[in-house]
């Protein structure tokens, strides 16, 4: 049973009964399930389940010039007296005076936990700021239902990157992989410094996972995540399976060797043949460095262009 399935399921039975009471707060509410933890993003399993796994929704209200904190209240009561039992799970105990991540959550402050501002509207070098997992989590789940209409709106103000601040991010991540892949690894090995060579390529890995999701227009989300969502987006996901061998195989072995530096080239390539394709670089040659400034160029903002290559990383 998937958390988002077993979250409406139980919405649907106990909390819209629930909810009759509180008619006069169906149009400002919105019900659903969305956050942190692996349910949300829907990657959830049987190892999941040892933790903040359990029959539950958050309902998202308004500030108290549309909900009173009277009603908040008494909608906390309302939730905490709900089955503590459902299809063979157990809800954990429920704190009243809020904190957790299901319940009754004012929608300013969970976005502001999520993005640094209540209403979701950042500034271009704001987005910078925020980590991306955090936005992630400011997306994700489902919501069941939303009567006001605010809490989606918000949502699909944070949905992606603006255009510019990708571009900067991709030009950085692709300067990263420059510097590591295919430069200093073969430099840690030339001295022999296994261990600085096996650094190298875990920073190649992580910042080509992270230029991937960048072309795809997609969050990046918490690190234990990355390989399961990298394997599942629409463009360069076959690249999964170097990026595991990358960071997993040694160093010492000259035939590993000489493959981990085959598959930062093939890594590189089709990356670039993918940036070609988005017409997102002109460049000629093959090392990631002219493609990153080449990146950099498309940026219209001359503000954002203009700051280090570096900046978004």
């Known amino acids: 049973m998937k958390g988002i399935e077993l979250s409406r399921r139980y919405y649907l039975e106990y909390g819209e009964e629930m909810m009759r009471s509180f008619e006069h707060l169906l149009p400002y509410v919105a019900i659903g399930l969305a956050g942190c933890g692996s349910e949300c993003l829907g990657f959830d399993d049987e190892i999941s389940q040892d933790h903040d796994f359990e029959p539950s929704f958050c309902i998202f209200l308004p500030d108290e010039d549309l909900v009173s904190r009277r009603d908040a209240f008494l909608l906390e009561r309302a939730y905490a007296k709900l089955p503590d039992e459902f299809m063979g799970y157990k809800r954990q105990k429920y704190d009243a005076v809020g904190g957790g991540r299901h319940g009754v959550i004012r929608m300013s402050e969970f976005f502001t936990q999520k993005c640094g501002v209540p209403d979701g509207n950042l500034s271009k070098r704001e987005f910078f700021s925020v980590p991306e997992q955090s936005l992630a989590e400011a997306v994700d789940g489902e919501v069941f239902f939303d009567g006001l209409g605010k809490f989606g709106e918000i949502r699909t103000r944070l949905a992606y990157l603006p255009e510019d601040v990708r571009i900067k991010k991709l030009?950085?991540?692709?300067?990263?992989?420059?510097?590591?892949?295919?430069?200093?690894?073969e430099r840690c090995l030339s001295r022999r410094d296994f261990a600085a060579a096996q650094l190298a390529a875990i920073e190649f890995a992580r910042a080509a996972m992270h230029a991937i999701f960048l072309v795809n227009k997609r969050y990046m989300p918490y690190y234990k995540w990355t390989f399961r969502a990298l394997r599942e987006l629409p463009s360069l996901s076959?690249?999964?399976?170097?990026?595991?061998?990358?960071?997993?195989?040694?160093?010492?072995?000259?035939?590993?060797?000489?493959?981990?530096?085959?598959?930062?080239?093939?890594?590189?390539?089709?990356?670039?043949?993918?940036?070609?394709?988005?017409?997102?670089?002109?460049?000629?040659?093959?090392?990631?460095?002219?493609?990153?400034?080449?990146?950099?160029?498309?940026?219209?903002?001359?503000?954002?262009?203009?700051?280090?290559i570096l900046y978004g990383v």
């Open 171 to 185: 030009a950085g991540n692709l300067l990263l992989m420059a510097q590591s892949g295919q430069y200093n690894y």
């Open 238 to 308: 076959h690249l999964a399976a170097e990026l595991e061998y990358l960071i997993s195989s040694g160093n010492a072995i000259e035939e590993e060797k000489d493959e981990k530096i085959a598959a930062i080239d093939r890594v590189s390539n089709e990356i670039i043949a993918q940036l070609r394709a988005d017409m997102l670089t002109d460049y000629c040659k093959d090392d990631l460095e002219g493609h990153a400034y080449s990146v950099n160029n498309r940026i219209q903002d001359v503000e954002i262009r203009n700051l280090h």
